[in-house]
């Protein structure tokens, strides 16, 4: 048999044993970290959807203009050089 249990040393680096706390103190931090984790991702998201609607209504003014100067409408509503009209 070898000296270092192969099989069980390989099997525990793929699948670690999970560090549970065992006192109230780790028990409370625990819960405070997760609380803390979930806030900062709903405030992510809803950065996230206000940027996504800003970014929407700019594009739409920008086609607007390009619409009024009469050059090619984009989806991006940014003209390129070749479409411009001088």
């Known amino acids: 048999m070898s000296k270092w249990k192969t099989g069980k040393y390989v099997f525990n680096m793929w699948v670690p044993k999970p560090k549970v706390p ?45 619409q009024q100067k009469g050059e090619k409408i984009t989806k991006s509503g940014v003209s390129k050089g070749k479409d411009k009209k001088d």
């Open 22 to 66: 065992k006192t109230e103190s780790q028990k409370k931090l625990r819960d405070i970290v997760k609380e803390a984790r979930e806030t900062r991702g709903k405030s992510k998201k809803e950065h996230q959807d206000t940027m996504n609607t800003l970014f929407k209504k700019g594009a739409y003014w920008r086609r607007r203009g390009q």
